[in-house]
């Protein structure tokens, strides 16, 4: 039974950080990819970041350099590093899992999904 579950979301200020962390159970990071998605209020959800089994990580280009995705293969946990946050960051965060190797290049790609976590930014 895989279940992700994401932590870290809250509030921040224009010009903030936030760190959301996502811990696996039942699936191992190491070994496949793990994305990182969101959705803002009446918007389709979106791709954000995203890392390989070999640890190469892909962005959005509207977080380009401000976002990082790492993992802790120790902790089967992945995080989402995010800097200079901006109002439009606002959003439903979630992370995903596909059952096939590589990172899907579209959300419906993704099997295995956490409950989200909300980043609000003003």
């Known amino acids: 039974h895989v279940q992700l579950v994401e932590s870290g979301g809250g509030s921040a200020q224009a010009g903030g950080s936030l760190r959301l962390s996502c811990i696996a159970s039942?699936?191992?990071?190491?070994?496949?990819?793990v994305g990182w998605l969101r959705q803002a209020p009446g918007k389709e959800r979106e791709g954000v970041a995203a890392i390989d089994s070999d640890g190469i990580a892909s962005y959005a280009d509207s977080v380009k350099g401000r976002f990082t995705i790492s993992q802790d293969n120790a902790k089967n946990t992945v995080y989402l590093q995010m800097n200079s946050l901006k109002p439009e960051d606002t959003g439903t965060y979630y992370c995903?899992?596909?059952?096939?190797?590589?990172?899907?290049?579209?959300?419906?790609?993704?099997?295995?999904w956490g409950q989200g976590t909300q980043v609000t930014v003003s």
């Open positions: 039942g699936y191992t990071y190491r070994e496949n990819c």
């Open positions: 995903a899992a596909p059952t096939v190797y590589g990172c899907p290049a579209h959300q419906s790609g993704y099997t295995y």
